[in-house]
């Protein structure tokens, strides 16, 4: 059954804002409430704004002011070059699970890392974040906080992800988590990661079940950086509504979320007026 596209046009409740898009300029705090008075109905935000504060604070805070929390940014790099490295890296995730936890984040985004310093061994870095996955995925399912495996774009996969296509994303959670009925597993859709993905309506259609968290942003053209360069939805080549409506069409009634990296644009902006032309363009633009 195909389900209609949700219309978000004047529905920033349907929508959620990934700190990151605003710059790390101001306190988790003041983002809360800043976000909240935008009309938006949730937030993702990142470890490096929430580990050594008060968690338990910013839960209630972000819960009274009405917004749900879309994801939790994002998982520490999994392979390592030893065993005491994984394990390291293992243990910190498992933490930051429970901060998720704390948040009422419905996912934990993972972006699960690639190479070792001094190694070209993909398919064992691939080995060690599935062993790693397999591990955490109790703990999460107890939490209720589901792991949402974040295939990055191909560009990144010798520093940030070895995991790059949404096809290979859904073979993990397979192998992983087999037939689950509500799977704890699940993946993050980020258009700037999957655009290009010639495959892409077939995979979103078998992510059916699987999909925790929808991102966007634009591809730029030119771009300048790959990393640090993102545009704002509307500003670049990626077909946003055709792909909501594959996400949705696949069943995912949770928030949209905006990520926007740009260290020469946003970021330099106002976060009040970022978030007005994010709302404009969630109405007129995904
Ligand atoms: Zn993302």
């Keep these: ?15 959620s804002i990934n700190t990151a898009t605003l710059g790390f300029q101001r306190p988790l705090g003041e983002v809360i409430d800043a976000v909240a008075r935008a009309g938006f109905g949730g937030i993702a935000p990142w470890r490096r704004e929430v580990e050594g504060q008060d968690v338990a604070g910013l839960a209630r805070q972000i819960r009274e002011a009405g917004l749900k929390v879309s994801g939790y940014c994002r998982s520490t790099y999994i392979p390592a070059a030893s065993k ?9 995730n498992r933490r930051a699970l429970d901060d998720a936890a704390r948040l009422g984040a419905s996912c934990f985004v993972m972006v699960v890392g690639s190479l070792p310093q001094g190694s070209k061994d993909l398919a064992g ?20 906080v589901r792991l949402a495996l974040e295939p ?11 995991l790059t296509l949404l096809s290979e994303a859904l073979d993990w959670c397979e192998e992983i988590e087999p037939a689950a009925a509500s799977p704890a597993l699940g993946v993050a859709i980020d258009a700037y990661h999957v655009w290009w993905d010639p495959n892409l309506a077939r995979d979103v259609g078998r992510a059916r079940g699987r999909i ?5 942003c634009d ?14 939805m509307g500003d670049g080549v990626i077909d946003l509504p ?11 009634a949770g928030l949209v979320e905006a990520e926007i990296f740009s260290a020469q644009n946003w ?8 978030l007005d032309v994010a709302r404009q363009r969630f109405s007129t633009c995904v």
């Design 212 to 216: 925790a968290a929808f991102h966007v």
């Design 219 to 232: 591809w730029l053209v030119p771009t300048s950086d790959v990393l640090n360069d993102r545009g704002m």
């Design 125 to 144: 870095a691939r080995a060690q974040v599935k062993e790693a996955t397999a591990e955490l995925l109790p703990h999460a399912r107890q939490l209720g």
């Design 267 to 274: 970021w330099k902006r106002p976060i009040e007026d970022t």
């Design 84 to 92: 005491a490295g994984f394990r390291d890296n293992v243990a910190a």
């Design 1 to 15: 059954m195909a389900a209609e596209m949700r219309a978000l046009s004047g529905r920033a409740d349907l929508c």
């Design 152 to 162: 990055l774009h191909p560009v990144y996969a010798a520093e940030r992800s070895c």
């Design 242 to 252: 055709g792909l909501r409506k594959l996400v949705e069409g696949a069943g995912y």
